[in-house]
């Protein structure tokens, strides 16, 4: 089944704890994203990535990393959570071509910081 | 700069009822045009698109979407509502006019919440 999988689906931490969300996609998508959905914001992007080795901030980078090493992979890296990092996290991905044009997003990672 | 509206935060109808949740997009090129439903603790589902040709767009569980360019808008709509179509509802735009990169973006609205009633 084609999918895009996240893990955690549900995480609290500390402020100030590392952590990583993983998204692997099993579609050869060259194209994958992150977004945080927040009340009455609806979804904004984080970061997103064009292929290996490519990557690019969208409109609300700061506090966040990520990487691209392989194709299918795509983790988001908080390196010092704080508590307005508190959102509902989706990861997404497209091939860009073909009909379809739209975005296959994973479950959703609900982060909560304190 | 591009972006996306959804007027109404929670649109309410009864169960057999039409339903209309409105969106408008702002785009500097041609849109391509989304509708993404999300149920409680779930991901985002797609509902249909509207990339060129007919106005009127047929999409999953009895949807449609209407383009209407003048107006720049791409209302989602269903003659008859379900108390399982309750959910959040995003429209969502890419301009495809832009930077090669930066026209896989989609843009998404703020979200609609639509009741149903028995």
């Known amino acids: 089944e084609a999918q895009v999988t996240q893990n955690p689906r549900y995480l609290i931490t500390v402020t100030g704890k590392k952590l990583t969300v993983t998204c692997s996609q099993n579609?050869?998508?060259?194209?994958m994203s992150w977004y945080r959905q927040d009340p009455g914001l609806g979804l904004r992007q984080i970061y997103y990535?064009?292929?290996?080795?490519?990557?690019d901030k969208g409109d609300v980078p700061e506090g966040y990393k990520v990487s691209r090493k392989e194709k299918r992979n795509f983790p988001l890296i908080l390196e010092s959570p704080s508590p307005n990092q508190t959102s509902l996290y989706f990861c997404?991905?497209?091939?860009?071509?073909?009909?379809?044009?739209?975005?296959?997003f994973g479950s959703g990672t609900r982060l909560t910081v304190v | 700069a591009q972006s996306v509206a959804q007027p109404e935060d929670q649109v309410n109808v009864a169960e057999g009822n039409p339903l209309t949740v409105k969106c408008t997009y702002s785009?500097?090129?041609?849109?391509?045009l989304f509708w993404y439903v999300q149920y409680p603790n779930r991901g985002l589902q797609f509902l249909l698109k509207?990339?060129?040709?007919?106005?009127l767009v047929k999409g999953s569980y009895g949807f449609e979407a209407e383009f209407n360019k003048s107006q720049t808008s791409f209302h989602l709509k269903k003659p008859s509502a379900l108390v399982s179509d309750s959910a959040l509802y995003f429209c969502?735009?890419?301009?495809?006019?832009?930077?090669?990169?930066?026209?896989?973006?989609?843009?998404f609205g703020s979200g609609t919440r639509l009741l149903v009633r028995p």
């Open positions: 997404a991905s497209s091939s860009g071509t073909g009909q379809t044009y739209g975005y296959t």
């Open positions: 579609m050869n998508h060259e194209y």
């Open positions: 990535s064009m292929n290996v080795e490519v990557t």
């Open positions: 785009v500097s090129g041609n849109p391509y």
């Open positions: 509207y990339i060129t040709g007919d106005n």
């Open positions: 969502a735009v890419r301009d495809m006019n832009g930077r090669w990169d930066s026209s896989y973006k989609l843009i």
